[in-house]
């Protein structure tokens, strides 16, 4: 069974950091493509960061653009998130995901699994 775990959401002033994980397991192929996603009540979900299976490639969603970093440890099987200079915009549940594909993509649907989420709440 594939399960994709998300921790260390919690709640931060504006201006703080955060750092998030998400750990997987049960996958036959553990090198894919692993995306952040975030939703705001009200809104769809979100692209935010994501790295390719070797961790050489990256991507960035422009509103995090320089403020966020995405990585992965192959050998534990996790990728985080560390989250600098946070806004009150940025408060959404943080989904983890992965995707077979090759290449970073940003749309959803292309990844098929995904972890239960992670509140993140940025005060001003």
């Known amino acids: 069974q594939v399960q994709l775990v998300e921790s260390g959401g919690g709640l931060v002033q504006a201006g703080g950091s955060l750092r998030l994980s998400c750990a997987t397991s049960?996958?036959?192929?553990?090198?894919?493509?692993m995306g952040w996603f975030r939703q705001a009540p009200g809104k769809g979900r979100e692209f935010v960061a994501g790295?390719?299976?070797?961790?050489?490639?990256?991507y960035y969603a422009d509103s995090v653009q320089g403020r966020f970093s995405i990585s992965r440890d192959n050998a534990d099987n996790t990728v985080s998130l560390q989250m600098n200079t946070l806004k009150p915009e940025d408060t959404a549940v943080y989904y983890c995901?992965?995707?077979?594909?090759?290449?970073?993509?940003?749309?959803?649907?292309?990844?098929?699994?995904w972890g239960q989420g992670t509140q993140v709440t940025v005060s001003s």
């Open positions: 049960g996958l036959t192929n553990t090198k894919r493509t």
């Open positions: 995901a992965t995707s077979s594909l090759y290449l970073i993509s940003t749309i959803t649907d292309s990844y098929d699994y």
């Open positions: 790295i390719n299976r070797n961790g050489a490639d990256t």
